[in-house]
């Protein structure tokens, strides 16, 4: 069984679409988060929801909108996409606010072309 | 502004001896750090961790030391083996809520390989 799980894992689509990532967790974790890590291969944080409540959201364009329909959902959607927002986009789950580490699922390649 | 950093890209060392990966902060009110492995197409994996009020914790072959006067933690792997080969993230956290709540903050990697 999958801890968390990404969908889809590679992504391709065209300049100005508008696409979606879907990610669930199935450890009963109180927190999830939205990861981008870029071309330079730091991860970044996006978004983190603790019980479907956004608690933090760093500087993201407002392109980029999480949604948490329940607290094992945390999906993300992303308007008129540009090149720049090629990536691997990284989901994740953990208990404790993230002292105890997290689950990572294992990633959404998207190429903007 | 990064405020972890992982200094050396990449390390390769022979199978039995040891690992040292290194990482360097600069903020100091993190008080809780860890590392993770990634292998390619997976999501990063948590290893070991530590808080600042410790300077050394150990897991079987993982050792993570940590030295806050030199805001520099390492990770130590004995021994080495080739399926150790990954990239390993450095990551460190602070505060237990507010807008800080669970966020980590990644170094870029360091790719090791593993010799056989």
């Not at chain 1, 870029?38 to 956004?54: R, T, V």
């Not at chain 1, 105890?100 to 959404?108: E, I, L, M, R």
Request: proline content about 4%; some cysteine; hydrophobic content about 30%.
């Amino acid at each position: 069984d999958t801890a968390v799980s990404q969908t889809p894992k590679y992504l391709v689509t065209q300049m100005g679409n508008d696409k979606s990532i879907k990610c669930e967790q199935n450890l009963g974790h109180d927190t999830m988060y939205w990861y981008k890590q870029d071309s330079k291969k730091f991860l970044k944080i996006m978004f983190s929801y603790n019980n479907k409540e956004l608690i933090i959201n760093e500087t993201v364009p407002n392109r980029f909108s999480p949604k948490s329909p329940d607290k094992a959902h945390l999906n993300l959607h992303i308007n008129s996409l540009e090149l720049g927002d090629s990536a691997v986009y990284f989901c994740a789950s953990s208990q404790a606010g993230g002292k105890v580490g997290y689950t990572f699922g294992s990633g959404t390649r998207l190429t903007v072309v | 502004d990064q405020q972890v950093k992982q200094n050396s890209p990449s390390l390769s060392v022979q199978e039995g001896r040891i690992s040292i990966l290194n990482c360097d902060y600069t903020n100091s009110m993190f008080d809780y750090f860890l590392w993770y492995k990634k292998y390619p197409a997976e999501g990063p994996t948590f290893l070991i961790s530590i808080s600042s009020i410790k300077d050394k914790n150990e897991d079987g072959r993982f050792t993570v030391f940590l030295n806050k006067s030199a805001k520099h933690l390492s990770l130590h792997i004995v021994p080495s083996q080739p399926g150790d080969s990954a990239v390993y993230f450095c990551a460190a956290s602070y505060g237990a809520g507010g807008t800080s709540y669970g966020k980590l903050t990644f170094g870029q990697g360091t790719i090791l390989t593993v010799h056989p």
